[in-house]
């Protein structure tokens, strides 16, 4: 593992400017949060004060970053349709969004009436979610550009959308939404704090993001930072990600200790990554038809990496068996030709768990190998 230290970088949770790099992981390709893939050259740093893991932001990320929203296509996969989440509350599969509001209403009950923004609002599936649950709520969203403006106007209680910086938004909120929002901003605890005057005395300030880069403690550590009092914070309401609820602080919050994460850990995750895409070349170069399972992140990360050795995807998902992906059909577990090989690229726990359920006469199913620390 080399690590290189980023003396003119300063970390996005803490503000310390002592970023060490693993070098490592440029030489690793990528993918977009809207499942696309992307070539290699990302710079993945840790924070030695506070242990928060994060891309440099650099001029190359910023040019980067800029030509992905351009041509952002949120839930291509099932044309634009939400994504569902396996969960174990829901019983099975169910709308992520559909998981979030019911975790908000059992952690902070909602009132008769009110007023949600959801800040980053995409095409709406918070929205109409949040719409069927709280009728008589007024309902606001916020996002980059109005090429959404259309499609949110179908949603019942739907009021304005706001397009401009956040100081433009000219009034209260009782609940602010960020649902995988918040690992999209370059200044985090900027953004954060400039919401305090959005929630007013009693306004709530919801945050969901993925455990990818944040973790529980850094995630508390920014939005503390920003003047916020953590009311609920966990990681067991949806599988791989963060939830947390705040609302903003009537005192000046004092620092919070910071939760150290040895740089070893974050080391053997990128090692990891390369061991887990060769043992996928093993497999499908052995194999007579070979697939990976997942046509989210992780599943487009690996179908980018290794190329034509893959010629199918599995997924779960109704809405996207059936379509094409990457050039590439999905089907579903039962749909997938006998004799085939089908990798499940998530983290090996999970990946096992998937494997064991689906393995069957018809294919193999392989999981990744363990992360070494």
């Known amino acids: 593992m080399t690590v290189s230290v980023q003396s003119d970088c300063r970390c996005q949770v803490c503000g310390a400017g002592s970023l060490r790099e693993f070098s490592a992981f440029r030489t690793l390709p990528r993918v977009t949060s809207d499942a696309f893939c992307w070539p290699a050259g990302g710079r993945l740093s840790i924070c030695a004060e506070c242990g928060a893991v994060q891309k440099i932001v650099d001029a190359e990320w910023r040019n980067e970053i800029a030509e992905i929203y351009k041509h952002y296509k949120i839930y291509h996969q099932s044309a634009g349709a939400e994504q569902p989440i396996f969960s174990a509350r829901a019983g099975g599969p169910a709308p ?107 306004g709530r300030l919801f945050i969901e993001v993925h455990l990818t880069h944040f973790t529980l403690e850094t995630l508390c550590r920014v939005t503390r930072r920003a003047g916020h009092e953590t009311l609920v914070g966990t990681a067991a309401a949806l599988p791989k990600e963060l939830s947390w609820i705040g609302k903003s602080a009537r005192r000046p919050m004092e620092a919070a200790a ?106 193999r199913y392989h999981a990744p190998p363990d992360i070494s620390s």
């Open 96 to 202: 992520r969004s559909v998981l979030i509001a019911e975790f908000i209403d059992d952690a902070e009950p909602p009132g008769e009436t009110g007023a949600l923004l959801d800040f980053g609002c995409g095409n709406g599936a918070a929205l109409r979610t949040f719409s069927k649950r709280r009728p008589r709520w007024r309902l606001y969203g916020c996002e980059q550009s109005d090429a959404v403006r259309d499609q949110l106007k179908q949603i019942d209680n739907f009021v304005e959308l706001f397009t401009g910086e956040i100081s433009t938004i000219d009034r209260t909120f009782d609940l602010v939404t960020l649902i995988h929002s918040l690992e999209h901003v370059i200044e985090p605890a900027e953004l954060l704090s400039a919401m305090r005057r959005l929630l007013g005395d009693a």
């Open 258 to 363: 910071a939760a150290a994460i040895p740089a070893q850990a974050i080391g053997a995750q990128v090692a990891w990554l390369e061991a887990q895409l060769q043992d996928a070349r093993r497999i499908a170069h052995a194999s007579p038809k070979f697939g990976i399972f997942g046509t989210s992140i992780s599943g487009t990360w690996m179908a980018g990496a290794l190329g034509d050795v893959v010629t199918f995807f599995v997924d779960e998902d109704p809405g996207r068996v059936g379509r094409e992906h990457m050039g590439r059909r999905i089907v579903a577990p039962e749909g997938v030709t006998a004799a085939s090989d089908v990798y499940v690229p998530l983290a090996p726990r999970v990946a096992s768990a998937v494997a064991a359920r689906l393995q069957g006469a018809r294919a």
